[in-house]
């Protein structure tokens, strides 16, 4: 179980440098025809990465779950929650990486250069739109089941509340329109994501006991 | 402080359903009330969406906010269903995994609708914008169907064969499987424009579990 869990927090550093890579990379614009065109390797690097991202988010969603199922506890509903929306962030960056590659593929094969910004819009907006509902779910389940049993040290569960609250607020004047903060909910994610994966690979232990 | 905080988590994740029913339905009565044409043309729909752009926005909302519910609600039944098959769970896994990508189909309607407007607000492509906005709506009417039926033929396998859930809506569950999948049949065909029916009958199925849930007598099963 130790191995399984420390495994999804090596899969969670992956996935994170990987998808921070395929930012770098490339942006969040969307390009057109000719800009793939004139960068299809980059653009090529950004579909493995996003892939990569999304299947290193998948495992280390599954680490994480198994670390918070720990003992069959009460705690197993709100980490069936956090299974749940961590399956689905890692698939929307896989259905990200896929409308990139058919955003190159309208560009190069297809002769579909006017309508290869659509597709490679699509790419980029759907992780940006998603992330920031599905991972405040993903807090909230996360520290309710922190609290019912302790796999994570106490404080770790009001930090992901506090994450959480932080996320809603940003995500609020988001949607409605204050400021572009689609990126920012998307960094401290991120970070969320290596912080928690570094307790996975062992920086925490959970109790060597729990009475439910 | 432990027990007390599991016990509204159970309760809100029971009532999940019902406020993913009431998210997704206000979504569609706010669509009843636009005017974007879908079937006019590219520059008439983006002028449209853009005239009543704060409109569209909420169906983002709650469509997200609906999905998130569905993904808890599902967890909140994956649970029950795993009680009641005690030793394997596998049925109440099958479950899980559809009613997850049940509240996927509701997101990428929420993220559809949402590229719609970024295309005609910020990309200036109404034609790009008008082909979200069809997916956005066909997303949930194609896939519900399928998945749904299911999701409640695995449903109805567990609570058929437990006692602890009510007889009504055991059997209610294993006839609205039958019937969804006869309707999505006839709706394939193209006899008639069904879909709209069974996204209903899905909503008002998730909205009754969600009063049943706390009603089942664990003991008994």
């Known amino acids: ?212 | 402080m432990t027990e007390r905080a599991l016990s509204i988590w159970e309760r809100a994740g029971t009532s999940a359903g019902a406020f993913a029913a009431l998210s997704l339905g206000i979504g569609y009565a706010i669509t009843r009330t636009t005017k974007a044409p879908l079937a006019g043309s590219d520059v008439d729909y983006a002028g449209a969406l853009l005239a009543e752009r704060m409109k569209w926005e909420w169906v983002t909302f709650v469509r997200l906010l609906g999905g998130i519910l569905v993904v808890w609600f599902t967890s909140s039944l994956a649970e029950r269903l795993r009680a009641a098959e005690r030793r394997t769970g596998r049925l109440a896994e099958a479950a899980f995994g559809l009613g997850v990508l049940w509240a996927g189909v509701w997101l990428f309607s929420a993220f559809f609708n949402s590229a719609s407007i970024l295309l005609a607000a910020d990309y200036n492509d109404p034609g790009g914008a008008r082909i979200a906005g069809v997916l956005a709506r066909e997303t949930p009417y194609v896939l519900t169907g399928s998945v749904t039926f299911t999701l409640l033929l695995a449903t109805s396998f567990v609570i058929l064969r437990s006692g602890g859930f009510p007889k009504v809506y055991a059997y209610g569950t294993a006839a609205l499987t039958v019937a969804i999948l006869l309707i999505a049949l006839v709706d394939w065909y193209g006899a008639g424009r069904l879909s709209p029916l069974i996204v209903a009958l899905a909503l008002l199925w998730t909205a009754t579990t969600s009063a049943v849930l706390p009603k089942v007598d664990r003991s008994a099963q």
């Open chain 1, 1 to 212: 179980m130790v191995r399984f869990e420390r495994f999804g927090g090596a899969s969670g550093v992956i996935g994170v440098a990987a998808i921070a890579a395929q930012f770098i990379i490339t942006g969040t614009a969307a390009p057109d025809g000719a800009a793939i065109l004139q960068h299809r390797v980059r653009w090529e690097w950004t579909t493995l990465l996003r892939a990569v991202g999304g299947l290193g988010l998948i495992w280390f969603t599954a680490g994480l779950a198994a670390r918070l199922r720990r003992w069959e506890s009460p705690a197993s509903g709100p980490a069936t929650l956090v299974l749940g929306s961590g399956l689905l962030w890692g698939s929307v960056w896989l259905v990200s990486a896929a409308f990139n590659s058919a955003a190159i593929s309208l560009a190069t094969t297809y002769n579909g250069a006017p309508r290869a910004r659509f597709v490679a819009m699509l790419g980029i907006q759907s992780v940006l739109v998603l992330t920031p509902a599905l991972t405040i779910a993903f807090l909230i389940a996360t520290g309710v089941a922190i609290l019912a049993a302790p796999t994570f040290p106490r404080r770790f569960a009001y930090a992901a509340f506090s994450a959480a609250i932080f996320r809603l607020a940003l995500a609020i004047v988001d949607w409605q329109g204050g400021a572009d903060l689609a990126m920012r909910i998307m960094d401290f994610t991120l970070l969320w994501v290596v912080v928690t994966a570094i307790h996975l690979l062992g920086a925490t232990r959970p109790s060597p006991e729990f009475r439910g």
